[in-house]
Every structure is written in C-alpha cells, then in structure tokens.
C-alpha cells in the first residue's frame, strides 16, 4: 500500500500494522520528536477515568497508550485489528487484556464501558464514521469519548512545512530505521486526506454524540476530541 485515501481496504492496512508492529513504538518515538508521551498523558487526563472504571481503547496496537490505565488500577481492554501489534503488546504486558477487534463491529454488549478512546487509529478505519457509532453503542450513557488524531496546522505558513515534512522527509527516516518504509508513505498521506478539527467534531457529533469540543496540540499537528454519550 503506498497511497492512502478515505477508502481503506481493511486487509492491506492490518497487513502493514503486522508488518510494522516490532518497531512502531520507536518509530513513533522518533518521528514524532518524542511528542507522543506528552500527546498520551493528554489523552489519559482527558478520559478522566477512575478506578474502578472501564476504558475501551481502540486502535491500541501494543498497548502503550493502554498502560497508564492499567497502572492506575483501571479495567482497560486493549483492542486491535492488527494480530501482530497485540503480539508484541502481550509480550510485554500481559497484565493487559488484548483483544482482537475490527472498530466498525467491535465484538462487545452495548454500554459495556465508562469511556472509549482511540488514538491515531480512527484514520485508518475504512468507515471511521461507523466506528464511532459502534463506540457509542459499546459507551455508557454519560460515558466519554476521546480522540487524538493527527489534524491540520492552526498557523498556514507552518501548515505548509508540515506537509512538506511529511511527504518528504518521513518517509525518508522511516526508510532508515523501519523495515517497511513505504508504510510511512501511506501514513504520510492518510494524515493529509484526514478532515480538520472541525470536520472531525462534526462526525463525532453526526455519530450521536454530543457536547464535542477539541483542543490542538503542537500547534494543531494533533488534536483531541471530546464528547459525552447522551443519558437518554
């Protein structure tokens, strides 16, 4: 795969995160700067969740964004498409339950969690916008939903060298240190085809959810959705 667009096939992309999964964690760690530390502890506070808690974390891959709940005595179920990610996160941390799951029919019972969250998965969802409906489905009512997505640069000078970085020199790092380069390409372009905050709010919104709001990070390389499951 070496060209992304909103229309996925859900077997190339769960071959690629396969491919990808013994060195994605360092790959994310190097391409983004060391950034992703600070964007996961962002996310956690955002969740709010409190032991005793169920999060839900989709697209969790190896599980490091799953960690801070399992060290803070809450219940999380790490949830993935990709039978290679969850592999490699089981080794090391089978203490988290890891569970094989495609987003846009998540194998569990209506309002089975407090909150659910995906990060920088919901762009690789062939129908995002179902997968946030079957979040809702599986959330609680009163129950959170947070999603950190890469988005689109606030500042248009700076948006404009962000896309350069990501065409250009992405790819040509990943060529470097990952053993599947051109999975960086796809990555690359499915961040440019990916809608911007507010477009993003208002799928989240369309899905059922409400009270949607976000807030940019790195100057909106990032942004975290949100949102509340209605009571009734």
Known sequence: MSRASLEKRPEEVQAMFDDVAPRY???????????????RKIVVDAVGAKRGQRVLDLAAGT???????????????????SQGMLKVGKRRRPDIDFVAGD???????DNSFDASTISFGLRNVNEPKKALTEMLRVTKPGGTLVIAEFSHPTFAPFRTVYTEYLMRALPSVAQKISSNPTAYVYLAESIRAWPAQDGLASWIEDAGWESCRYRNLSGGIVAVHRATKPLA
């Not at 190097?30 to 992703?36: E, K, V």
């Not at 987003?103 to 019972?109: E, V, Y």
């Open 25 to 39: 964690d360092v790959m994310n760690d190097i391409l983004s700067m060391g950034q992703t530390r600070r964007w």
């Open 103 to 109: 987003a846009t029919n998540l194998p569990f019972a």
């Open 63 to 81: 599980g490091t964004s799953s960690e801070p709940y399992a060290d803070a005595g809450i219940g999380v179920v790490a949830c993935d498409f």
